[in-house]
C-alpha cells in the first residue's frame, strides 16, 4: 500500500460497529471527519501553533476555517439536517474553546448564526440518541 491509501474504504455504519460507542451514525461520521481534520492540520507546515501538541488553538483554527465544510458534509451524508442543525453538530467537540477561549466561542457561534443554546442541545440529543439515525 502507498502513502496515503487505506486498506478498506470507511463507512459510516462500518466505523459504528468497528467500536465507536455513540449510538448514531451522524455522530460517527463527525467523529471521523473532525480526526481527519486534525490529522490535516498535524500535516500542515507554516502554522502560527503545533497542531501535535497544541489543541485548543488547533480547535479554533478547525472552528473558524472549516465549520461550514463540516456542515455541509454532513448535510450531504445526511440530507434531512438542517443548517442550524449540522451548523451546531459541526461546532460540537470543542469545549476547550467555550471553557478558554469564550470570546472567540461566542463570535464564532454568532459568525454562525448559532447560539449556545442550540449547540449544546442538539450535542446533547445527538450524543444520547434522543435525535438522529441510530448505527444498526
Keep these: 500500500m502507498s ?8 463507512t459510516v455504519t462500518g466505523f459504528c ?4 460507542v455513540v ?8 467523529a471521523v471527519l473532525h480526526e481527519i481534520y486534525h490529522a490535516y492540520l498535524d500535516a500542515q507546515d507554516g502554522l502560527p501553533f503545533n497542531p501535535e501538541t497544541d489543541l485548543e488553538p488547533s480547535h479554533e483554527y478547525m472552528m473558524q476555517h472549516y465549520t461550514d465544510d463540516i456542515a455541509a458534509a454532513l448535510k450531504t451524508m ?15 467537540g470543542y469545549g476547550d474553546v467555550q471553557n ?7 463570535t464564532t457561534l454568532s459568525n454562525n448564526h448559532v447560539t449556545n443554546a442550540q ?11 434522543s435525535e438522529g439515525t441510530l448505527c444498526h
Design 3 to 10: 502513502k496515503g491509501e487505506v486498506a478498506m474504504p470507511l
Design 119 to 129: 449547540v449544546t442541545h442538539v450535542n446533547t440529543y445527538y450524543e444520547n440518541g
Design 100 to 106: 478558554i477561549n469564550p470570546t472567540f466561542w461566542n
Design 17 to 20: 460497529e468497528f467500536g465507536m
Design 78 to 92: 445526511f440530507p434531512s439536517l438542517d443548517d442550524a442543525t449540522a451548523t451546531a453538530l459541526a461546532l460540537g
Design 23 to 30: 449510538k448514531l451514525k451522524a455522530v460517527c461520521f463527525l
